[in-house]
C-alpha cells in the first residue's frame, strides 16, 4: 500500500520563535521586581503548566495571569502584549517548508501543539499561515483541548486517532524537544524529527519533570540543524520537495 503521509507540525520552537527571557523580563518591569523574581513567581505559579492541559478556562487564565501581574483591570490587548513578549515572530523558512510540503508534496498538514485557548487564539489572527492546515477535517492536537501537554500519550494517541480518520497511514511529527517525539515513535510508529535551530533554555515548560533530558536512540529519529537539513530529511522520508 503506498504511503498517505501526515506531518504535524509543533508550534513553539518549530513554527514561532521562543524568547521567555523576555516575557520573564515584561513581568518583572510590570510588577517592579527582578527578573529572576518574577520567574520564579511565573514557574511557581503553575499558571501556564494548568492553561496547557486544560486545567482552567480561557477566563481563568486571564484573571489569575493579571492577578500575577498586580492590575485586575487589564485588557485583553495589554495581556496579549505580555504574552506575545516571550515569542519572538513567526519562523517564516520553517512556514514557507510547510507550505511547500502541502502543495508541493502532496502530504498532509497539521499542528501539534502545547497550546493554550489564549495564545492559540492570538497567533491564530497575527499569523494566519503559521497555524494553516488546508484541510477542513480536524487536524489540529492542542494541549488544552486534549486535556494534557506533551509528553503525555493522550496527545498522541489523540494525533493517530486523527491522522486514521483522515485516511494516512504514516505521521511524521517536527518538534524542537526530543522528549516529545519518543511516544509518537514507540507507540504508534511515527517517524520524528527533532529540529534544534530554536533552542530557548528560558522556557517556562522545561522545568516540569519529563519534558527535557536524554532520549534513546531510534530508528525513526531524526535531527535537523537547520531549515535545509529539515527540508532534506523530509525529502529522505518520501516528500517531494
Sequence with gaps: ????????????GVLLELN???????GADLTNTTFEGFKKTYLNSN??????????????????LKAMLGNPDMTRE????????????????VVDLKERAHFQGG????IFS??????????????????????????VVSSHIVGATKPDLKMYQ???????IAGYNKVILIEDKPKYLEPGINQFGWYGIHLTINQDPQEAIKA?????GEVEELDNLYVANSVEELEDTLKQLGVRL
Design 1 to 12: 500500500m503506498k504511503d498517505k503521509t501526515l506531518i504535524y507540525w509543533d508550534v513553539g
Design 20 to 26: 521567555y527571557g523576555g516575557l520573564y523580563q515584561k
Design 47 to 64: 499558571l501556564e503548566i494548568d492553561s496547557l492541559s486544560g486545567k482552567i478556562s480561557d477566563a481563568d487564565y486571564q484573571t489569575r
Design 78 to 93: 495589554e495581556l496579549e502584549d505580555f504574552v506575545k513578549s516571550g515569542w519572538g515572530t513567526e519562523m517564516t523558512d
Design 107 to 110: 502530504v498532509g498538514t497539521g
Design 114 to 139: 502545547n497550546n493554550n485557548d489564549f495564545a492559540y487564539n492570538y497567533l491564530s489572527r497575527t499569523y494566519p499561515r503559521m497555524l494553516q492546515t488546508f484541510d477542513p477535517r480536524d487536524l
Design 158 to 164: 489523540s494525533g493517530e486517532r486523527k491522522a486514521k
Design 208 to 212: 516540569e519533570v519529563g519534558h527535557t
